[in-house]
């Protein structure tokens, strides 16, 4: 796989997508899922220029990370046991995963620094998918003012796996508008201005509906047996 040539395709329908949408390039943020592929393969992902690597277990992450070390900014895009946040606290950048109070305690107790969280909802209501409800999510976010070490940069949400293009929309222009109703409150602790939405299946809707973070796996690294 050439992964530099994946890197370049990538990047191309990420600047198109901008470019559709009025929108500029360094507005948006790609993380090369790397949880299904190995070491080397992740390396190769920093080597063709991302710096931003996301992995869903906390063993996947600390081994990619005693290779890799901080040559990468690495994000947590998995559901996180409270358990296994003292695991990954100390290598992360960010958490794209935050939905519920227990793990928001965890981690203002084990983050030495104030860490980036995105909430994750549950946009499309899939019974497959963790997240909150859309109603619950502004009064989530403000009880969050209670643990200092969090802050929270945007909302995430994963779409259904379809091809319904206009179902697609509307999942990331709620997230989008759930956004900014938060914005609106500003809170100190909950700027908001993050949209972690889009994979490799959708990333160029999800830009264009206003996608600040997009988590793309196999159009950049593909995915090899575990």
Known sequence: MDIKKNVETVTDEI?????????EFSEVTVIAV??????ERAQEAV??????????????????????????????IGSLQSRKVKNVIDTITTIH????????KEIHKRAKQKISCFVQVNVSGEESKH???PDEVLTFIERLSDYDNIVVEGLMTMA????DEERLRTTFRKLR???EEV?????????????SMGMSNDFQIAIEEGATHVRIGSKLVGREDQ
Request: hydrophobic share 30%; with cysteine; net charge positive.
């Open 15 to 23: 600047q198109k997508a901008c470019e559709r949408s009025g929108r």
């Open 34 to 39: 790397t949880k299904y592929v190995s070491i």
């Open 47 to 76: 080597n063709a220029g991302i710096i931003h690597l996301g992995e869903n277990r906390a063993e996947g992450l600390q081994e990619k990370y005693n290779s890799i070390g901080p040559k990468a900014k690495w994000h947590f």
């Open 97 to 104: 995963s935050l939905d519920r109070l227990s793990l928001a």
């Open 131 to 133: 997240g909150l409800p």
């Open 160 to 163: 259904p796996h379809i091809e």
């Open 177 to 179: 508008e759930l956004k």
């Open 183 to 195: 914005e609106q409150k500003n809170w100190a602790h909950a700027p908001c201005h993050g949209l």
